[in-house]
């Protein structure tokens, strides 16, 4: 989960203290690029030109590893990242349903990120639990069997009370 500061200041602080304590390891990048992650909730292009510059290698080298690896990822995520699973079992089996069903209630598409930055959407080809198809998975949470739009919508739905909750504890 990323870092709950915004300060760029103490983010990029957090970052140099990261470099730092990989940057004479064997291949540091990857290692740099997932606490890197970890601090801004994703890797900005500016964060990627910082490590390129701080470790003395170009920049395409950096942004290479960057969309390599498919867990990094260049763009925000929410704070509730959901993965719709559209491999082969899933798809047969009604993955396409809780796509529409995901886009509706949230108003956004796959690859998305709601205005107030607590949902994303991506589709995945496995999560590996071909035999519960469909499924989809909230964070690390596998929800499974979502034959009927209306268990996906009680899902989205639950997860939309507690963002509700999360907003109303911050404000």
Same mark, same amino acid.
């Given at each position: ?15 140099? $203290? ?12 990857? $290692? ?42 260049? @763009? ?74 209306? @268990? ?20």
């Amino acid at each position: 989960m990323p870092t709950k500061c915004n300060d760029r200041t103490e983010l990029a602080k957090q970052l140099d $203290q990261v470099i730092e304590r990989n940057k004479d390891l064997p291949g540091p990048i990857i $290692q740099i690029l997932h606490e890197a992650q970890n601090i801004y909730g994703y890797l900005p292009l500016d964060v990627l030109k910082y490590v390129a510059g701080k470790l003395g290698v170009p920049q395409s080298e950096v942004y290479g590893v960057a969309t390599f690896y498919h867990l990094f990822h260049l @763009k925000p995520k929410g704070v509730y990242q959901i993965r719709v699973c559209l491999g082969t079992a899933c798809y047969i089996r009604g993955g396409p349903t809780l796509v529409d069903v995901i886009k509706t209630e949230l108003g956004i598409d796959i690859g998305g990120i709601t205005e107030d930055g607590m949902f994303s959407v991506e589709a995945v080809r496995c999560i590996g639990a071909c035999g519960l198809a469909p499924v989809m998975m909230v964070n690390d949470k596998v929800y499974h069997r979502l034959i009927s739009p209306a @268990k996906t919508r009680a899902v989205i739905r639950e997860y939309q009370a507690l963002a509700r909750q999360e907003a109303k504890a911050t404000a």
